[in-house]
Each structure stands twice: as C-alpha cells, then as structure tokens.
C-alpha cells in the first residue's frame, strides 16, 4: 500500500498532454526495456565538497527509525543512519552493510561489525552493545514500530565488541532483508536513554550525515559526520531537503536552480523534465506495483473464475501506455522482471484474452452485467487509473462501480472492519524482501488481506518454508511455487510497475537508483 503520505500533485493535466508528449514518453519506455537496472546520472570522478538542496515530497513522521511508520521517511533516515545489512540496488539482494552475518544453524544469525572504528554522530562507540540494545528496543519498546520485523528473534547475546549473536525462535532467511531496513538503522543509546521520546526530532545516528535542524514541512539540514566509516564518503559537506508536497512546484524549483534535485515524480513529469534542457534525468524499475486488491472471501470474487475473467480482461500494455505515459512495466505478478525471484512462467498466465474472460464469467454463472463494487482513490492520476480499468472490464460485461476519497479513507474502508467494497484499486511500495511482500498480501489474518481468510493451507506452509534457509536458488523455487499459487488462484491483479523518475541540475552526479524506488545520496557529489 501506498503510505498515507503518498499522493500526486497536478502540474498539467493528463488530458492536456500532446501526442508530442505521449511518443516521448512511450520511446523512453521502449528505450529503457533491454535496461532492467534502468541507468544512473551522469558520472565521472567524484568530487569532495558541497551542499545540496533536494526535494522531499512529505514531512517525516518521525526522525527516529524505530518510532516512524510512513514509507516516505526513508530516504531521509538512510542519510543519517546506516543498517547493519544493506542490499544490491538492482536486485535488492542483502549484501553486507556494516556487519556481515553467518548462520552456524538455521536458528542462529551472527553479526560481525566490518569497522571497530564505527561511531555515532555524539562520539559513542557503534559496538556490539550498541546493536544488542538497539535490537532489544526495536523488539520490546512500547513506542516501537518495528517489532512484527523481529518476532522470530528469542534473543540477542554480546559476543565480543564486534559480534553479536541472535537467537531464534525459528528459521527467518528473511531477516538479513529486515536488518536492511528501519530494523537495522541503528540509534545511539546514550542518546536514547538522554533524550528519550525526544529522539524522534533529535535523530543521533551513524550515517554520513548528521543531523542540525528540522523546521516542520520545511527543511531539515545535515552535516557531514567527519568520522563516518567507510573511506573517501560521503562527498557532500551537506545536504538540505525541502519539503515540498506539490510536485509541480517542487519540479519547478529544481528546473530554476533554486534545489538541484528530485526524487518519485509521477511519470507525467517526465516529458516536462525532458524538455527542460538544464535538467538530467534518470527512470529507473522499481517494485511499486499499480494493483486491483481483491476480498476474495465473498462473492463475487469468492469464486476463483470471476477474479480469473479480470486478469484477463486487462490489458496490461494499453493500461500502461494510458495511466503511466509508457514509463513503466507491464505486472504480470507482484514482482519485476529485473528482481531475483521472478519467475517467466508465472508472469506468462495471463495475457490480454476478453473472450476467455467473458468464457469464464459464463462457466461462473454471472454472464453480463456484473456489478463489482470498487475503491479508488480521488488525485486525478488515480482517477484515469479507474476510468481506464473501467472502460476494459465494460468490453467483458462487468460493471465496475466505483467509490473515491483520499488514501486513507478508502484503505480504510477496504482493509478495515468496515470491508465496504469488492476491491481496490491501489498499490504495493514493495518491501526488501519478497516473503514480507507475500506474507503481508496474503497471509491469513494479514492486514493487507481485505478478507482475513486463507486462501490455501499450501500457501501458508510455503510462506513458512520461504524464510528457512537464506540459500538464493532455494528461495528462488519456493517464491516460484508461492507466486504460482497467488495468480493461479488469482488472489491479486497486477497491472503495472511504476518507474522511478529522479530529476536534477546537471552539475549534480554520481546518483543510483535502486529497485526498492527509495534512493538513497551516499554517493552523490557536486561538478563545478
């Protein structure tokens, strides 16, 4: 789901766009089709020095990683904080961050700090106390909102300075993915036990940058921290974002020089930066899918061929080209074509077939005229997204009506007690890790299961197998299994992955993008 922070802004409306505008957008899509890694800004050799102003589309919710809760802190934390694991931009796979782990049994994990050298922004030592009590809070702190992440650990025990050895309850493969995350951001205890709740607006990390001042849906202004870890980083002496929510006068404002960049525009921007000649741009696959949720535990999409029929009376490629100007990729299940656990043959069930569907509606004994009730969300993009759905399901004799509101209202209504519609027309960000993304769709009980139910024993023996070794091609063939189960079942209609579009001034390099669609500015430095 799109966090509740998450919206689009207008800078001119869909409907307004040219052909002009629709060919370039649909030539940088077919451009960026042999790239699955999408491609970085400008490069060359980096440069020490400099302050950079980028724009950040929401206020946080909270500076402090274990308290906050909204998907669009992110960015702005990983600045400040370093995780104990980190991942492989293109694929997400966990690669050491500042640990490195080992598992002597399937119920061990053992960190091993890379540095002994490693210190908070207030000079204390990041050791192996320092990960055990951050563990210990994120796990046990009432204010926590980290601790479904790290309920399979039992226990943290201090091995030696650098190493720490978690016990667990049982096997969790997933839990390196986990420790990439705001669970492996790690916050100084001195400042913790000092501060307290105040850590939320006084972030002491270990990041390349250190935190001065946050002036509330303004700026909030970092220094370099000069004895961050790892040689030669960061680049920049400092970096100030500007939290402006309206993507248009945030794209403005990088397009005049007054901020060099910005990050998540809505692909209908990117013909505006194109034509903008100062600016570089960068459009990048991220794991942010456009889907229709289904309640699959009442009628009609208790029955497994209606939630078929609309699989395939999708055209994913015309729904592409109408709702993301091109500048995308077709979903044909919840993960991309460029992450480690996609799997052909599961993307290749559903093709664009109307006749099939309208086959299927009849053998379910619903025929035409079909109503399905429907939320959706009221930023106009969103908007276009239901008009578009709506006019391909009419072809196959399902009437799709739908109610909108703001985010939260209508997930609400959806995911919530009240379960007011059949479906919904929303999103996944995506999670580092594919068993989080599974589990959390379509585990029983699961929020983000509109129906609680469960849809079969053997989706929820494989969610479990999933996490029990860390072994790549093992987990490669049960995901193949899990996401076989989900599109057979037709629990989910994929429709579309959105493209990350990143745009700043030209003497702004060293930018890279990441499948999560999060970015992260380690490595960005400023030409003359």
Known sequence: MPDKNDHIDTFRPLSAFTRRDFLSASLTAAALAGMPGGFALAQGAPKRGGNIKIVAPANPSSLDPATGGAGSDHSILWTMYDTLVNWDNKTL?????????????????VLKL??????????TPLDAEAVKFNLDRSRSDARSNVKA????????????PTEVRIKLAQPDAALPA??????????????????GAETDRKPVGAGPWKFVSWTDNDRIVLVRHDKYWQPNLPHLDGIEFVIIPDQGTGLRSVTSGQNQMIFNLSSRYKPLVDRAKNLAVSVSPTLYCHQIYFNYSRAPLNDVRVRQAINFAVDRKAFLQATLSGVGEEAHMLLPASHWAYDKGVAALYRYDPDRARKL???????????????????????????VLMEMLSKVGIRARFTNGTIAEISAQFFGNEKKFD????????????????????GKGA??????SEASAELTTLLQHSRIKEDIEFRRQVFAKIQRIVMEQALVAPLAFRYDVTASTAQTKGYQPNLLGKPKFNDIWLAS
């Open 93 to 109: 796979k966990p690669v050491p961050g500042m640990a490195e782990w080992s598992s002597p049994d399937l119920n061990t994990l």
């Open 149 to 160: 992440d790290l309920v399979n650990i039992a226990s943290v025990e201090v091995v030696n």
């Open 447 to 452: 929020y983000y299961n509109a129906g609680r």
């Open 178 to 195: 986990i420790l990439s995350d705001r669970a492996g951001m790690m916050v100084s205890p001195k400042a913790v036990k000092e501060q």
């Open 361 to 387: 509606l009849a053998e379910a004994g619903v025929g035409n005229g079909l109503e399905i009730s429907f939320g959706g969300y009221n930023d106009q993009d969103s908007i276009r997204r239901a008009e």
């Open 114 to 123: 890379r540095s002994d050298k490693i210190v908070f922004h207030d000079g």
């Open 423 to 442: 479906a919904l027309v929303s999103a996944w960000t995506g999670r580092p890790d594919p068993s989080m993304t599974y589990s959390l769709g379509f």
